[in-house]
């Protein structure tokens, strides 16, 4: 089967930056993506890596080592409109097609 | 381009009753998945079709079924509604092929209620 672990909550301050962790066992990795969602809203794709290193998005960053099954998303200058829940979610080789498989997200509340 | 469009966006049902969820993709895009979010289970995949045919499948009963249209449209069905069928169903679209195959649109799901 497929299991992903990130942390439940995390809290910041304005302007700090806050690193996601995700560790995932999966056989037949494809990649490694993060959504966004804000309560009571849709999950919106943030970024996506299936080779190793830096991905980065404006103020957003992720991560991948897959000899470590481990991924971050790092949130740079946080605002405080990135209050919100943030998902990891793996993709599978075996998959022929789409297939997601979410961790649980990581509810970050930024404080002001 | 239109974002993916669910309806109804609100359902109230009681146990044992079907309900009929529609989605409609992005223009273009030829994949529809459908996820279920509860607080307690998270987004769990239920199902995954292309070109009308369901490509995959999740670990739900058989009382959850799709389907898609050539046009790309998809539907979901729940039969025989259960208390711990409450949830948001979200649907997402994307494109086939490359890394566009892995970015998926999500819609504003339908938030069903059974009581």
């Known amino acids: 089967g497929q299991s992903l672990e990130q942390p439940s909550e995390v809290t910041a301050v304005e302007g700090a930056i806050v690193q996601i962790n995700c560790t995932y066992q999966?056989?037949?990795?494809?990649?490694l993506s993060w959504y966004q969602q804000h309560d009571g809203g849709a999950p919106t794709f943030l970024s996506y890596?299936?080779?190793?290193g830096l991905e980065e998005t404006g103020r957003f960053s992720s991560f991948l080592s897959r000899s470590d099954s481990y991924g971050y998303l790092l949130l740079q200058e946080l605002q405080m409109k990135d209050s919100a829940s943030y998902f990891c979610?793996?993709?599978?080789?075996?998959?022929?097609?789409?297939?997601?498989?979410f961790g649980g997200g990581t509810r970050v509340l930024v404080k002001p | 381009k239109a974002g993916v469009t669910q309806t109804p966006r609100y359902l109230i049902k009681t146990r044992g009753q079907q309900v009929t969820l529609s989605c409609s993709p992005i223009s273009g895009h030829r994949s529809v998945s459908w996820y279920q979010q509860t607080p307690g289970q998270g987004l769990q995949f239920l199902f995954e079709?292309?070109?009308?045919?369901?490509?995959n499948k999740g670990n739900f009963p058989g009382r959850f079924s799709g389907r898609q249209f050539s046009n790309s449209r998809s539907e979901m069905n729940v039969s025989t509604l259960e208390l711990g069928d409450s949830a948001l169903y979200l649907c997402?679209?994307?494109?086939?092929?490359?890394?566009?195959?892995?970015?998926?649109?999500f819609g504003p799901g339908t938030r069903l209620l059974v009581l």
């Open positions: 979610a793996v993709s599978s080789l075996k998959a022929a097609g789409n297939k997601l498989t």
């Open positions: 997402a679209s994307s494109l086939e092929g490359g890394l566009e195959r892995e970015t998926q649109y």
């Open positions: 999966t056989s037949g990795f494809y990649g």
């Open positions: 890596n299936a080779l190793d």
């Open positions: 079709y292309f070109s009308e045919t369901q490509r």
